[in-house]
C-alpha cells in the first residue's frame, strides 16, 4: 500500500513539473509571437486607424494597400524598396557564399591538422566575439576609407565576414570533429589524395554543418544595420535595414508601411530557416556530441 502512495505520489510530482514546463513555454511562445502578430495587424491597417488610441486590435477595413506599395515596381516607394531588396540579397548571398568558402577549408584544417600554434590561433579566431561591433566601427570605417570601399557593398561583405567567420569555423570544427577519421583512412588507401577524400567523402557527410553555417551568416548579413547604416549613405547602395528608414519622416511615421516594410523583411529569413530547419538542429547537435 505504501509502494502504491509513493508511486502516486511521485507521477502527481512529476506531471506537475511537466505541465510547469509546458505552461513555461506558452508563456515564452506567447512573448516571441505577440510582437509579430501586432506587426501583421498594424501593416493592415490605414495610417489614420494605427494612430488610434484606445489602440485598434483588428482593423474594420483592412488593407493591403501597404504591401502593393512596397511591391508595387511602377511607384517611387515600391522602385526603392525592390532595390534596397536586391541590395541586401546581394549582399547576404555573397557574404553566405564566401564565408562558407573560406570557413570550410579553415575548419577542417584545425580539426584534422596537428601544428604549432593550433590552438592559440583557434581561441583567437573566436577573440572578436568578446567584443560589442560597435567597438570596431570606428576603425573598420578608417580601413575602409583607405581602400576606398566606403559607399560600396565590397565593405559590407569584407565587414560581416570578419564577425561571422569565428562562429562558422566553430561550428564546422565541431561538426569535421565528430566525422570518423577512418571513413577518410579507407578512401586514401582505394588511392584518393587527401582532397579527393575530403571531397568525395567529408563533404557529403558535413552538408547539414554548411547549411547551417550558411543560414548563420545569411541571418547574420541580412539583419545588419550598424555598419551598413555607417558606411552607405547613397541611396543607391543601402540595404533594406537602412533603407526603410524612409518611413520615418520630422514630423510623422508611417506605422502600417514600416510594419509591412519590416514583415517582408522578415519573410525570406523565415522561410530559409523553415526549409533548412531540420540541417540547421543536426549540424548543432551533431557537432556539441563528441561521438
Do not use: C
Not at 547551417?212 to 539583419?223: D, L, M, P, V
Not at 519622416?249 to 531540420?278: C, H, R, Y
Amino acid at each position: 500500500m505504501t509502494a502504491v502512495t509513493e508511486s502516486a505520489v511521485r507521477r502527481r510530482s512529476v506531471d506537475w513539473w511537466r505541465w510547469s514546463g509546458r505552461l513555461f513555454l506558452v508563456l515564452l511562445l506567447g512573448f516571441t509571437v505577440m510582437p509579430m502578430i501586432w506587426m501583421i495587424i498594424t501593416s493592415l491597417k490605414t495610417g489614420f486607424a494605427a494612430m488610434q488610441y484606445p489602440p485598434q486590435w483588428w482593423p474594420a477595413e483592412p488593407t493591403l494597400d501597404n504591401y502593393t506599395r512596397l511591391l508595387d515596381p511602377s511607384g517611387r516607394i515600391g522602385q526603392d524598396f525592390l532595390h534596397y531588396f536586391w541590395n541586401s540579397l546581394w549582399v547576404s548571398t555573397i557574404t553566405t557564399i564566401l564565408a562558407v568558402v573560406v570557413a570550410v577549408p579553415a575548419a577542417y584544417a584545425f580539426s584534422r591538422f596537428r601544428f604549432p600554434g593550433r590552438n592559440f590561433l583557434f581561441f583567437a579566431v573566436l577573440l572578436r566575439n568578446m567584443f560589442p561591433a560597435v567597438v570596431f566601427l570606428v576603425p573598420l570605417f578608417i580601413l575602409m576609407k583607405a581602400l576606398g570601399l566606403v559607399n560600396t557593398h565590397g565593405s559590407l561583405i569584407l565587414t560581416y565576414l570578419t564577425f561571422g567567420l569565428p562562429l562558422a569555423i566553430w561550428l564546422l570544427k565541431g561538426f569535421y570533429d565528430n566525422i570518423p577519421i577512418q571513413l577518410e583512412q579507407a578512401a586514401r588507401i582505394d588511392g584518393a589524395t587527401r582532397f579527393q577524400a575530403f571531397i568525395f567523402v567529408v563533404m557529403p557527410l558535413s552538408t547539414p554543418g554548411i547549411i547551417a553555417t550558411s543560414i548563420y551568416s545569411f541571418i547574420g548579413a541580412w539583419n545588419e544595420y550598424i555598419y551598413a547604416y555607417t558606411f552607405l549613405t547613397k541611396q543607391s547602395q543601402m540595404t533594406l535595414p537602412v533603407g526603410i528608414q524612409r518611413f520615418f519622416s520630422e514630423n510623422a511615421t508611417d506605422w502600417p508601411g514600416l510594419m509591412a516594410a519590416t514583415f517582408i523583411m522578415s519573410v525570406p529569413v523565415v522561410v530559409l530557416f523553415l526549409v533548412l530547419q531540420k540541417y540547421f538542429v543536426r549540424a548543432l547537435t551533431e557537432g556539441a556530441v563528441k561521438h
